[in-house]
């Protein structure tokens, strides 16, 4: 069964900075991309950022790019979003999937919610 | 590219057919997704390539594309389908969303 797990979220500061984690299992992990999407309380989706199956190619949406940083562990089979200098439109679920590069997600995780406010 | 999904709410009986818009702002070349989405859940894969059906997805969710139109069509409504529909472009980086379409009981 495909599972991916997101964990990290917590309440933060504005302008702090979090690690969000999304471990993965049921599937072939190294073959896949994965990709963070949020969704702001009582809002749409948003996508944020995919990180090719290898980690050696990487995508950001135009809100989070120079913020955030997408990263994995093969080895783990654990793709991380670094999150910097968040502010409270960062404040939102945040869900990770898997996909191949460049095309639609197919599995999703059940999110980790971050919230931005001091 | 920006996707505009129309209407925001839809207001269907069950048993009836729901006719979901999603206007991008430029060819999307098949590479359009749809999801759904239940309160408190992740969203579900249900169409990819503009018309494909996802594993387990019922035959009545359907796809097309005419032009920059996408359409999702639901026929025969259940009460399983009242959720939140969202269209989800792969073309272009950036990837983006539609801001979703409700689909609730009248």
């Known amino acids: 069964e495909v599972q991916l797990v997101e964990s990290g979220g917590a309440l933060v500061q504005p302008g702090g900075s979090l690690r969000l984690s999304c471990t993965a299992s049921?599937?072939?992990?190294?073959?896949?991309?994965v990709t963070w999407v949020r969704q702001a309380p009582g809002k749409g989706l948003e996508w944020v950022s995919v990180?090719?199956?290898?980690?050696?190619?990487?995508q950001y949406a135009d809100s989070v790019r120079g913020r955030f940083t997408i990263s994995r562990d093969n080895s783990r089979n654990t793709v991380y979003l670094h999150m910097n200098s968040l502010t409270a439109e960062d404040t939102a679920v945040y869900y990770c999937?898997?996909?191949?590069?460049?095309?639609?997600?197919?599995?999703w995780g059940q999110g980790t919610l971050v919230t931005v406010s001091s | 590219i920006v996707l505009t999904q129309s209407p925001a709410t839809l207001s269907v009986s069950p048993g009836e057919t729901a006719t979901l818009s999603c206007r991008a702002s430029q060819i999307l070349n098949n590479n359009l997704a749809w999801y759904q989405q239940k309160p408190g859940q992740a969203p579900r894969l249900l169409i990819y390539g503009a018309s494909t059906r996802a594993t387990g997805i019922p035959a009545r969710f359907s796809g097309s594309e005419s032009g920059t139109e996408l359409t999702l069509t639901i026929s025969s409504l259940r009460s399983e389908d009242f959720a939140v529909y969202y269209c989800?472009?792969?073309?272009?980086?950036?990837?983006?969303f539609g801001g979703g379409t409700k689909v609730e009981i009248k």
């Open positions: 989800h472009q792969y073309d272009k980086w950036p990837l983006t």
């Open positions: 990180i090719s199956s290898s980690g050696g190619h990487t």
């Open positions: 049921g599937f072939t992990f190294t073959a896949y991309a």
């Open positions: 999937a898997k996909g191949m590069w460049g095309a639609y997600v197919d599995y």
